[in-house]
């Protein structure tokens, strides 16, 4: 492929600096008796880019797009504009706040919410009386 100079921009020019867009990033949500499970996709994001905060009953998710370098490589266009993922998300009492976890892997978020024992099913015994 021929490269023409005039659609050649400088890479300063390619990657403006400008505001990030903000991307709602997509999500699946699993559960099990004692946990919830959220994924998100969140691609070109790495562990030292994500932020997970929780404020009363808000989980807010953000995740910003490291900038791409390719050792040896030098950028002469740039169409794709990196961004910010966020997410809010409400809890019930039914998620124990203080065993939350996360971890990513690959551009996938995985939020582990596990259940207070309060909101985890059991087994009721019945005694003859």
């Not at 990030?20 to 790495?46: F, H, N, Q």
């Not at 990196?82 to 706040?97: A, H, P």
């Not at 990513?104 to 995985?110: C, N």
């Amino acid at each position: 492929m021929t490269v023409k100079t005039k659609d050649v921009q400088k890479a300063d020019e390619a990657r403006p600096v400008t505001r990030m867009p903000t991307y709602m990033p997509e999500v699946d949500i699993y559960e099990k008796p004692d946990a919830l499970l959220v994924i998100a996709d969140v691609p070109g994001v790495v562990e030292k880019d994500v932020d997970i905060q929780l404020e009363g009953d808000v989980l807010t998710i953000t995740a910003t797009q490291s900038e791409l370098s390719l050792d040896g490589y030098k950028p002469i266009l740039g169409s794709y504009q990196r961004g910010v993922f966020k997410r809010t998300f409400t809890l019930n009492s039914e998620v124990d706040r203080e065993k939350i976890s996360a971890t990513i892997r690959q551009g996938v978020l995985h939020l582990e919410l596990p259940k207070s024992p309060a909101a985890q099913p059991r087994r009721i015994e019945v005694r003859a009386g």
